[in-house]
């Protein structure tokens, strides 16, 4: 008896792109932030097509590590760049990417413990399985005191935006529109279709790639943003430009991470505003400068790491960490997100002084009967 069924094609399949792959919780593109635990936290990385934004420190300084860890993922993985900034020449960020460490040197701690702590010794002369081969990683370590060499951004595609040399003095200010942010919208909409990141461009599948896009300490003064007292004193122009990029990567090979100094704004509305208008948002505490720096309840760390939303795509849920209480740390090589662990005790004068209560005086002993004041008398 014949039948209408028929085998399904093999043309739906889905293409695999280097240094990417499919999450496990809504089969969306995955690419890493060059950050493993920072990926873990947040569902397995960046779904490509969105925007991340992390809200900076009061210097900025561990977004912009952040933000480096982001681009040199991506020139390992072999993605295009698209990095822009305002108070820094872009050339000097780029100049400054962490070297990327050897597969065999990535967990060169962990394989250390491994050899001092044996589980059996019948599996000492087993040999080690490699679960992820090299040429299909996902996410990599880099040492942050070695300055990843020149030529490899001579291998993938650049382009850069300096936002100081675009800005022109003819623009009024307070102005409903931004130049700025007009021109680099221009820029992003022309580097993804010249390079045929678009999802319907007629690039050859075997071909594509990811594009990068890096905004640095956007929505500051340098970007021509007024910091107004009231959500009424802001003009629309970096919503409007949040909103256009999200659209616009949407239908693109494209993730983007913006970093943005939300502390200089003196409203809460118009931050939350913001937030509304990014998929995910990260936002980052120091404790330089503030009493938590001297605090001994948080003395291994250097801040916290704070998850304020996550995307929903393709899912009517979102991802949820084990622990929201996160906290990173910046060694001399690396920079890791860990959850807040609290020390067992958290004053050292009280230890000290219940130390001394039990310590008998000198020159008695300490089970002899009488009326000291020791609590092992008896």
């Given amino acids: 008896m014949a039948t209408s069924f028929k085998k399904k094609s093999s043309r739906g399949r889905s293409v695999f792109i280097p240094g990417t792959r499919p999450s496990l919780h809504n089969n969306q593109l995955l690419v890493s932030t060059g950050i493993p635990s920072m990926d873990a936290v947040i569902g397995g990385g960046v779904a490509v097509g969105t925007v991340v934004m992390i809200e900076e420190d009061n210097y900025g300084s561990y977004a912009r590590q952040i933000l480096k860890y982001f681009l040199a993922e991506g020139v390992v993985s072999g993605h295009g760049l698209f990095l822009a900034s305002a108070d820094i020449d872009p050339q000097t960020i780029l100049k400054d990417l962490p070297h990327p460490l050897d597969h065999g040197d990535d967990n060169t701690d962990s394989t250390n ?6 589980i059996a010794w019948r599996y000492q002369q087993k040999s080690k399985v490699q679960s ?5 990683r996902f996410g990599h ?3 942050l005191s070695r300055v990843m060499d020149e030529k490899k951004l001579d291998t993938i595609p650049v382009r850069m935006f300096n936002a100081a040399e675009e800005c022109t003095s003819d623009s009024p200010k307070n102005s409903r529109s931004n130049s700025l942010y007009e021109k680099l919208l221009s820029e992003v909409n022309s580097t993804i279709t010249d390079g045929g990141y678009s999802t319907t461009a007629a690039k050859q599948q075997q071909e594509r790639s990811i594009l990068r896009i890096a905004i640095h300490s956007l929505g500051s003064q340098l970007w021509g943003e007024e910091c ?3 959500c009424v004193d802001f003009s629309p122009a970096l919503p409007w430009f949040l909103y256009s990029l999200r659209a616009t990567l949407r239908s693109s ?13 003196q409203d809460s509305g118009f931050t939350h505003r913001i937030e509304r208008l990014c998929d995910t948002v990260l936002a980052l505490e120091s404790f330089a400068g503030s009493d938590k720096e001297t605090n001994p309840l948080y003395r291994d760390y250097h801040g916290l790491f704070n998850i304020v939303r996550l995307p929903r795509l393709n899912t009517l849920t979102t991802h949820m960490p084990d622990s929201l209480d996160l906290a990173f740390k910046l060694k001399r090589k690396k920079f890791s997100i860990e959850t807040l662990h609290l020390p067992p005790d958290l004053s050292e004068s009280v230890s000290r002084n219940q130390e001394e209560a039990i310590r008998p005086k000198p020159g008695a002993l300490a089970c002899q009967t009488g009326s000291g004041n020791s609590k092992l008398d008896f």
């Fill in 141 to 143: 370590y880099y040492d």
């Fill in 253 to 265: 090979l494209v993730v983007c991470m913006v970093t943005i100094p939300t502390h200089v704004f």
């Fill in 132 to 136: 992820n081969p090299s040429h299909n």
């Fill in 228 to 230: 107004g007292a009231t």
């Fill in 113 to 118: 413990q491994e050899d001092t702590m044996k």
